[in-house]
């Protein structure tokens, strides 16, 4: 496989379940994001790993939690969440600071629905 | 506040015309623009980018214009093609010459470009 693949491509779960999204990237890219799309919002960054140390976390929820065992894969924990956390989940690569070349990778996405 | 914005949501086009879509940004250390397309079901994919430094890029028939003193860039599709029918991303990079990586992608919320036969 290439590029940035995500698994469930969709997810239906209540909001006392357990559930987590998975990311791989083949791309030898050492830096992963995940984002969250929600209607009519810009993407929004919520967590990023650089050689896997998380770098940045803008001000998520706990009840969102990431994990990053490796350079190519990347997790998302979902525990306990809302009906507005219905989103399409984004995960993403690059080169991390490599100035000019600063474009990410993007995987098809995991659409959540919180019932 | 939002700091990128593209302020129409959808765009509709007539193949074979040209489609400009435009996007502001409010913060003037952005050095570094970027866009996007997405088709449903599929993840953002890169297009074309401009640094601060240029004001055009051109790449077959997508040239981006950077109008750095009224904070505005723009993307324009040549002769527009049906498959050309996505969602359009603006986004801006922080200080990228000093070492900004791309957790310092800002986005803006999209345009839905359709265009129509």
Not at chain 1, 20 to 30: A, D, F, P, T, V
Not at chain 1, 48 to 72: A, K, M, T
Not at chain 1, 101 to 108: D, I, R, S, Y
Request: proline residues 5%.
């Amino acid at each position: 496989e290439t590029g940035v693949t995500q698994t469930p491509r969709h997810l239906v779960m209540g909001m006392t379940n357990k559930k987590s999204l998975k990311c791989e990237q083949h791309l030898g890219h050492n830096a992963m994001y995940w984002y969250k799309q929600s209607a009519k919002k810009p993407l929004e960054l919520m967590f990023v790993y650089s050689l896997e140390e998380r770098v940045e976390n803008n001000s998520v929820p706990s009840r969102f939690s990431p994990e990053c065992p490796n350079s190519s894969h990347l997790f998302l924990h979902l525990h306990t969440l809302q009906p507005e956390d219905s989103a399409l989940y984004l995960c993403a690569s690059s080169q991390a600071w490599t100035g000019l070349a600063n474009v990410l990778t993007f995987g098809a996405g995991s659409r959540l629905t919180v019932l | 506040d939002q700091q990128v914005k593209q302020n129409s949501p959808s765009l509709s086009v007539q193949e074979g015309r040209i489609s400009i879509l435009n996007c502001d940004y409010t913060n003037s250390m952005f050095d570094y623009f970027l866009w996007y397309k997405k088709y449903p079901a599929e993840g953002p994919t890169f297009l074309i980018s401009i640094s601060s430094i240029k004001d055009k890029n051109e790449d077959g028939r997508f040239t981006v214009f950077l109008n750095k003193s009224a904070k505005h860039l723009s993307l324009h599709i040549v002769p527009s093609q049906p498959g050309d029918s996505a969602v359009y991303f603006c986004a801006a990079i922080l200080n990228s010459y000093s070492g900004g990586g791309a957790d310092g992608l800002t986005f803006g919320k999209g345009t839905h470009l359709i265009i129509q036969p």
